[in-house]
C-alpha cells in the first residue's frame, strides 16, 4: 500500500513540475549604454536573492562569465580607448571569489581594441574580439572603393586567443585574410567573383562607420558583438550586426594556417566555414532573404542540453517593434564542414524554434541562452529585462534590474558546481543541479531497493539529516520544489 502511494504521488509531481523554472544562478553585470560605469557584477537566485557580487572600477564591456573555481571573467571598459564604438571594452580581467585580481590583460593600442565580448577556453584561454585599425592605403591596396568617413580608417575586426598563464597572444585570426572583390583584377589578392566566394567576406560590403557611434564617425566597419567556442567542433562562431549575419571559423589551425586557405580539421584555413542571416552579402539572395538584423548573442546550445549543437541568438530586429531569441539547425557535415548548393545561400531556410513578445525589444546588446532544463534565457537589454521561456513558449521566470538608466547586455544561469566544486547539495541526488522531480523518484528507488545509492547519494537524499532516507525526506524534498 505505502509503495503504491509514493508511486502514485510521484507520477502526480511528475505532471505538476513539467514546466519549471531552472533552478540557478543568474550571473549580470549592469551598466549605463556602452559600459564606463557601474563596475559591479551580481550572482542571484531565483528569488532574487544577491549570493554574492564583485566590485570592479571599471564598468562592463559584455557579460561576465563564472569559471569553475568561483573566480569570474570579466570585459571591461578602459579610461581612453583607441577606438569609441558601441560595446567598446579594451581591458579583459579574472577576479577571485574574494575580489582579487588574478589576471589582467589590456587591448588598447592604435592597431587593437578590444569590443564587446569574450569567450573562456577548457584549457584556460580567453578569445578576444578586437577592432584591427587599417588606413584608407591599405583598404585601397585591398580592392575597397570608398571610406565613408573623415577619419580615413577602416577597422576591421580580428580574434586574439589569450594564454594568462604566458602572458601573451598565443593564436589569432584576422578577416583582412579573407576578404574578396569583384572591381578590378589589379587587387589580384582579393580578386573574384563574389557569389563564387562565400566563404570570404566582400571588401566593398556595407559602409564604414559614416553614421559612427557615441563619438561621431568611428570607422566601425563590421561590429563583431558576441563570440562563442565549441569544442567538440573546435570551431568558433561570431555575430556582426552591422553586416547582419553570423560566421563560423576553424580553431583548429595554427596562426599561420589561420591567414591562409587551408589547413585546420576543415582543410579550409581561414575562410569562413559557414554564414547565415543575409546572403545577399555574398552574392546569393535579396532582401527577401535577409533574416537577421542588428543581431547580437550567437552561441551552441551546450552537449546535453535539449537542442544540443543548434546554434541561438538574439534577433533585435526581428520585426520593427519586436525583437527574438532564435535557434537554427546549421547544416553541419561529418568532417566539420558546412554544406551549401552551388549558386544557393547557406541553409536552413527556416528556425528550429523561437519567441518573440509584444514589448520585448531592444535597440542594442540582448541575448539567449539554452538551459539545461530546455528553458531557454533571454535578455533584453535595453531595459535590463530578462526572462526565461518554457520549450512551448511560456515566461516561467523573470526579472527586470531597478537601477538608473541601467542595461544587462548578456546574462545567463549558473548551475551550483561553479561555487567551488567540493559539497552536496541536500535534495539533488541525482547530481544534475537541479531539484526535481527526478530526484523524488530517484529517493523512492532507493527505499524500494531498485536502486542502490553511493555514499554521496545517500548523504544528498537525507534531506533532514537524522542519517536515515525514508518517507520524510521525500516529503521535505516535495516541499522544497513546491515552495521554490
Known amino acids: 500500500m505505502i509503495k503504491n502511494k509514493i508511486i502514485f504521488f510521484a507520477l502526480l509531481i511528475v505532471q505538476l513540475f513539467s514546466q519549471e523554472v531552472y533552478d540557478g544562478l543568474l550571473l549580470f553585470s549592469p551598466t ?151 572591381i578590378g583584377e589589379e587587387y589580384n589578392a582579393t580578386y573574384g567573383n563574389i557569389s563564387d566566394h562565400p566563404e570570404l567576406f566582400n571588401i566593398n560590403q556595407g559602409n564604414v562607420g559614416s553614421m559612427g557611434g557615441p563619438g561621431g564617425p568611428n570607422a566601425d566597419w563590421m561590429h563583431i558583438n558576441a563570440i562563442a567556442y565549441n569544442a567538440e567542433l573546435d570551431q568558433i562562431v561570431f555575430s556582426s550586426r552591422h553586416q547582419d549575419e553570423i560566421f563560423i571559423i576553424d580553431h583548429s589551425t595554427t596562426t599561420e594556417q589561420a591567414s591562409t586557405h587551408t589547413g585546420g580539421n576543415s582543410g579550409m584555413g581561414g575562410d569562413i566555414l559557414y554564414r547565415w542571416g543575409n546572403p545577399q552579402n555574398y552574392g546569393r539572395g535579396t532582401n527577401s532573404n535577409q533574416v537577421l538584423e542588428s543581431q547580437h548573442g550567437v552561441n551552441w546550445v551546450n552537449s546535453g542540453f535539449p537542442g544540443a549543437g543548434n546554434l541561438i541568438l538574439f534577433n533585435n530586429g526581428y520585426t520593427n517593434n519586436t525583437s527574438a531569441a532564435m535557434e537554427f539547425v546549421p547544416p553541419l557535415n561529418d568532417n566539420g564542414t558546412y554544406d551549401i548548393e552551388d549558386g544557393e545561400p547557406f541553409g536552413p531556410i527556416s528556425v528550429e524554434w523561437y519567441h518573440a513578445q509584444n514589448g520585448v525589444q531592444s535597440g542594442v546588446q540582448g541575448g539567449a541562452f539554452r538551459l539545461p532544463n530546455g528553458n531557454t534565457l533571454i535578455t533584453e537589454a535595453d531595459d535590463a529585462f530578462v526572462i526565461e521561456v518554457s520549450p512551448e513558449g511560456n515566461v516561467v521566470w523573470q526579472y527586470t534590474y531597478s537601477g538608473n538608466n541601467a542595461m544587462i547586455a548578456r546574462c545567463t544561469k549558473y548551475d551550483l558546481t561553479n561555487l567551488g566544486g567540493n559539497y552536496i547539495l541536500l535534495g539533488d541526488v541525482n547530481f544534475d543541479n537541479i531539484i526535481n522531480v527526478l530526484d523524488v523518484i530517484q529517493v523512492i528507488n532507493f527505499i524500494l531497493g531498485v536502486s542502490t545509492p553511493s555514499s554521496d547519494q545517500l548523504i544528498s537524499a537525507d534531506m533532514n539529516e537524522d542519517t536515515l532516507v525514508n518517507v520524510t525526506d521525500i516529503v521535505m524534498i516535495v516541499n522544497f520544489i513546491l515552495n521554490n
Do not use: C, K
Not at 564598468?59 to 570585459?75: E, F, K, R
Open 32 to 182: 549605463a549604454g556602452g559600459g564606463g560605469t557601474n563596475g559591479i557584477t551580481y550572482l542571484m537566485d531565483n528569488n532574487e536573492n544577491i549570493v554574492h557580487s564583485w566590485s570592479f572600477s571599471y564598468g562592463a564591456a559584455s557579460m561576465p562569465y563564472l569559471m569553475p573555481d568561483s573566480s569570474i571573467v570579466y570585459p571591461y571598459r578602459v579610461s581612453n580607448p583607441t577606438m569609441t564604438s558601441g560595446g567598446v571594452g579594451g581591458g579583459i580581467t579574472q577576479l577571485s571569489w574574494n575580489g582579487e585580481v588574478l589576471w589582467n590583460f589590456v587591448v588598447s593600442d592604435a592597431t587593437y581594441q578590444h569590443h564587446h565580448d569574450v569567450e573562456p577556453l577548457p584549457n584556460g584561454n580567453i578569445l578576444i574580439i578586437a577592432w584591427e585599425n587599417f588606413s584608407w592605403t591599405d583598404a585601397q591596396a585591398m580592392g575597397r572603393t570608398s571610406i565613408d568617413n573623415p577619419l580615413n580608417q577602416m577597422w576591421s575586426e580580428a580574434i586574439l586567443e589569450y594564454n594568462p598563464t604566458q602572458d601573451e597572444i598565443v593564436w589569432e585570426w584576422h578577416l583582412w585574410d579573407h576578404l574578396v572583390q569583384d
